[in-house]
């Protein structure tokens, strides 16, 4: 049993083979997925893209918010839909949100008040927040200004959250920890270079990890270069196994537990939902 833990399926690569998508999740036993809202952001009539997969298919949750890529489109009308929609059901995080230092696809000043204002707006929701950090090169400056608004803006919250795609260094990891956030492991996990994210993976405590795809981007080896998809979360489980002396079906089921304990779902039943 496998719990992808951020996925992309409303991205246009799946609109050949979006069903044929999540029948192969579904047969490599990964039960339960999280659907990330972003969509193309503000303005484009997709901000309730996750809701709408979450609708259609069980086990699928959803979360809705702006993109730090997208930071400098939203205006208040948006805020106030993704308010609205946040109150839906199947909507059990805000995210993702946070960070981008290396594509600065909008004025880092924009997206440190496009993150304040959002964490703002998933207290009063009662979310947790997913978060996305990402520094430019050979830097760390994303993960200072992150770690940094964390602790002075939400960390109070108690409402705790996710690091998506975990980059970092141990001390990093160490820090997230400390905050109370879980750490989200992808498919980079499996790549020769980024040593960095298998000792932070080595080094947390097993009940505060979570593995995903970021599907449709970063493939795991042995899919890398392809597009990504949820089945493939299995690879991420099977990486951390080896790390840690365990299976990958053993991954799979303390980080789906994980998953159901940190959003307070019900702990599933061993079988697949149809
Ligand atoms: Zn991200
Ligand atoms: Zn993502």
Known sequence: ???????????????????????????????????????????????????????????????????????????????????RLSKSPKVIGWGEIGLDYYYDHSPRDVQ???FLHQMDLARSAKLPIIIHCRPSDESEN????????????WASSGLGGVLHCFTGSVDHAR?????????????????????????????APM????????A??????PHRGRRNEPAFVVEVARQIGELRGLSGDEIGRQTSENFRRFFHLPMAAAQPAE
């Open 175 to 203: 820090a997230a920890l400390d905050l109370g956030f879980m750490l989200s492991f992808a498919g980079n996990i499996t790549f020769p270079k980024l040593q960095n994210i298998r000792d932070a993976a080595a080094m």
């Open 207 to 214: 009940d505060r990890m979570f593995i995903e795809t970021d």
């Open 142 to 153: 994303a993960w200072d200004d992150v770690l940094r608004l964390i602790r002075e803006q």
């Open 1 to 83: 049993m496998f719990t992808d833990s951020h996925c992309h399926l409303e991205n246009k690569r799946f609109d050949v083979d979006r069903a044929d998508v999540f029948s192969r999740a579904r047969e490599s036993g990964v039960t339960t997925l999280l659907a990330i809202g972003n969509g193309d952001g503000p303005g484009t009539g997709t901000l309730d893209c996750a809701i709408r997969l979450a609708h259609q298919h069980d086990g699928v949750y959803a979360t809705v918010g702006v993109h730090p890529h997208e930071a400098a489109l939203a205006k208040q009308d948006d805020f106030d839909e993704i308010e």
């Open 112 to 114: 440190q008040q496009v």
């Open 216 to 221: 449709p981007y970063l493939a795991p080896v």
